[in-house]
T-cell receptor
Framework: EAGVAQSPRYKIIEKRQSVAFWCNPI?????LYWYQQILGQGPKLLIQ????????DSQLPKDRFSAERLKGVDSTLKIQPAKLEDSAVYLC???????????????FGPGTRLTVL | DQQVKQNSPSLSVQEGRISILNCDYT??????FLWYKKYPAEGPTFLIS?????DKNEDGRFTVFLNKSAKHLSLHIVPSQPGDSAVYFC??????????FGTGTRLQVTL
């Protein structure tokens, strides 16, 4: 079974430029997550999709960040314009649909390391 | 507001000895706890979990202990192996399945 795919793996941009990240989740996984991991911190959830609908985007800086998941499969995360503090690793994760109780394991991709100069 | 805390940024243990990684949480609504392991340039991978209705869960060399009254959990690795060298994240979740992560502990297992 193929894992979560992300691209690009690395990106360097100037502040105020735009950048986009792509994620392809594990086949059949209905739930997709984007996390931001700043150096020295744990991953922080930015947005969670269930199929192509947003479940939680409470921590997404909506003035500059946007995300979409068309057709409930692939997803893109965009930053426009980027700031120095956006330098981080952006992780995508997916999980199967949670039917009742318990917890559905999240599988993470390798991440995209963004450096904003 | 750091709801999940890992107060030790790093830990060094000799091969064959026990590694103990600690985690504290503040949100009493958390009912499921997980440990993730992360190697450089890779995403975190799930290691072991525990439900709040249990106080111990064991999987091979890995055991997680939960003390609900103290809002504390720990991960024990016995015996530690060089391949265990990685960053370990504690995470917690409630009914929404949203994970809240700690800041991580870098474990180095020396020969």
């Amino acid at each position: 079974e193929a894992g979560v795919a992300q691209s690009p793996r690395y990106k360097i941009i100037e502040k105020r430029q735009s950048v986009a990240f792509w994620c392809n989740p594990i086949s059949g996984h209905a739930t997709l997550y984007w996390y931001q991991q700043i150096l020295g911190q744990g991953p922080k959830l930015l947005i969670q999709f269930q199929n192509n609908g947003v479940v939680d985007d409470s921590q997404l800086p909506k003035d500059r960040f946007s995300a979409e998941r068309l057709k409930g499969v692939d997803s893109t995360l965009k930053i426009q314009p980027a700031k120095l503090e956006d330098s981080a690793v952006y992780l995508c994760a997916s999980s199967s649909f949670r039917t009742s109780g318990g917890y559905n394991e999240q599988f993470f991709g390798p991440g995209t390391r963004l450096t904003v100069l | 507001d750091q709801q999940v805390k890992q107060n030790s940024p790093s830990l060094s243990v000799q091969e064959g000895r026990i590694s103990i990684l600690n985690c504290d949480y503040t949100n009493s609504m958390f009912d499921y706890f997980l440990w993730y392991k992360k190697y450089p340039a890779e995403g975190p991978t799930f290691l072991i979990s525990i439900s709040s209705i249990k106080d111990k869960n064991e999987d091979g060399r890995f055991t997680v202990f939960l003390n609900k009254s103290a809002k504390h959990l720990s991960l024990h690795i016995v015996p530690s192996q060089p391949g265990d060298s990685a960053v370990y994240f504690c995470a917690a979740t409630g009914t929404a399945s949203k994970l809240t992560f700690g800041t991580g502990t870098r474990l180095q297992v020396t020969l």
